[in-house]
């Protein structure tokens, strides 16, 4: 199973920052104070565990309520199981990934500053002196 969700919110952050994911995350580790990749990293990892967490328990309901397979007494406790953690998994992607592309959403690259050599500021030019009256 892909992870379309966890993919798409990965190469949003790539691109915003402008680095692969790994040496972002070198990066957000070595800071020791909390920044915005931090919570960035932090929110993908969640969307992306849940993401794994539901392609197990897919493939284990899948396991369980095989054709071939006889329910036995004490699978009906594994099925239900399984289809809760899978609602779980639902809720936690969607609820994630939804905050943390809307934070994504608001955030946004700035060009970075030309190194160009400043032309010198010229002085305003005088006001022309009010011609005197003579009488």
């Known amino acids: 199973m892909t992870h379309t969700t966890s993919r798409q919110i990965a190469d949003h952050i790539e691109s915003l920052y402008g680095q692969p994911r790994a040496d972002l995350e070198a990066h957000a580790d ?3 104070h909390p920044n915005m990749l931090s919570a960035l990293l932090a929110g993908h990892r969640t969307v992306e565990f ?5 392609a197990f328990q897919l493939q284990r309901l899948r396991q369980l309520t095989d054709p071939e397979r006889e ?3 004490f699978d009906s406790g594994h099925i239900y199981d399984c289809a809760r953690r899978i609602g779980e998994a639902v809720a936690v992607r969607d609820a994630q990934a939804r905050h943390v592309s809307a934070v994504l959403q608001s955030l946004h690259r700035t060009p970075t500053p030309q190194t160009t050599p400043a032309a010198p500021a010229t002085p305003p030019a005088p006001a022309a002196a009010p011609a005197s009256r003579t009488r």
Do not use: K, W
């Open 30 to 32: 070595s800071t020791t």
């Open 50 to 54: 849940a993401e794994t967490d539901l």
């Open 71 to 73: 329910i036995g007494r």
